[in-house]
């Protein structure tokens, strides 16, 4: 069956440092994948999207990679700050054409 | 000026009652969609409309009838409520097909007692 896996759930890191997450798929080919991010009782905000013929991806302080043949990708975030604070959502194009969401990842930055 | 917006933002009723969530996007895109993410924070599909026409209806009770009037507008009628259907309800629309970006709205959160 299709899965995506993103394996934190929670994240704590302090203001400064860079924040790593890590979404993994098995059983798709999808031609691109997306992030977003969800701040409580919000609904979620799109952030980037990344194709399978695309390496990384930037914008301002986010970072996004793809390899397809690890069926991985990594959402970094750096120079972290307070307003990070939220959860992030990765989110890619099934078989029969539905984005399916992964579980997120909450990420806390410290002061 | 808002994008994607839902009424009532929030929805406390008794089991066994009827309710409707009704959604309403104003950026001319031609999908939408309805989300269901429950208390474990899993967004997971269950209608998506394009231009009026369903195009997605995932394996969810038939006590739930998603109504498209126009492109702009997507309504979630649930009926015979049971304490199961309390999450959040996210509406969405994207420019054209699911591959596109999706704009949500901010959630309709329903309690049932």
């Known amino acids: 069956s299709q899965k995506i896996e993103q394996n934190s759930e929670a994240l704590n890191i302090q203001e400064g440092k860079t924040a790593t997450l890590t979404c993994n798929y098995t059983?798709?080919?999808?031609?691109?994948l997306q992030w977003y991010r969800q701040d409580p009782g919000r609904g979620p905000v799109f952030l980037l999207l990344?194709?399978?013929?695309?390496k990384e991806k930037r914008k301002e302080r986010l970072k996004v990679t793809f390899d397809t043949t690890l069926k991985q990708s990594l959402f970094h975030i750096t120079a972290s700050q307070p307003a990070d604070s939220a959860t992030y959502l990765c989110?890619?194009?099934?078989?029969?054409?539905?984005?399916?969401f992964g579980a997120g990842t909450t990420v806390t930055v410290r002061a | 000026d808002t994008a994607v917006s839902q009424t009532p933002k929030y929805l406390v009723t008794q089991m066994g009652n009827d309710k409707s969530i009704k959604c309403e996007q104003n950026?001319?895109?031609?999908?939408m969609y309805w989300y269901k993410q429950d208390s474990k924070k899993f967004l997971k599909i269950m209608f998506s409309?394009?231009?009026?026409?369903?195009?997605i209806n995932e394996t969810v009770p038939n006590r739930f009838s998603p109504k498209s009037p126009d492109k702009a507008h997507l309504n979630l009628h649930i009926n015979s409520l049971e304490l199961g259907d309390s999450a959040v309800y996210f509406c969405?629309?994207?420019?054209?097909?699911?591959?596109?970006?999706?704009?949500f709205g901010p959630g309709t959160r329903l309690l049932v007692l």
């Open positions: 969405a629309s994207s420019l054209s097909t699911v591959q596109e970006t999706q704009y």
């Open positions: 059983n798709y080919s999808p031609a691109y």
């Open positions: 990344i194709r399978e013929n695309e």
């Open positions: 989110a890619l194009v099934t078989n029969d054409y539905k984005l399916s």
């Open positions: 950026l001319g895109h031609d999908t």
């Open positions: 409309y394009n231009n009026k026409e369903l195009i």
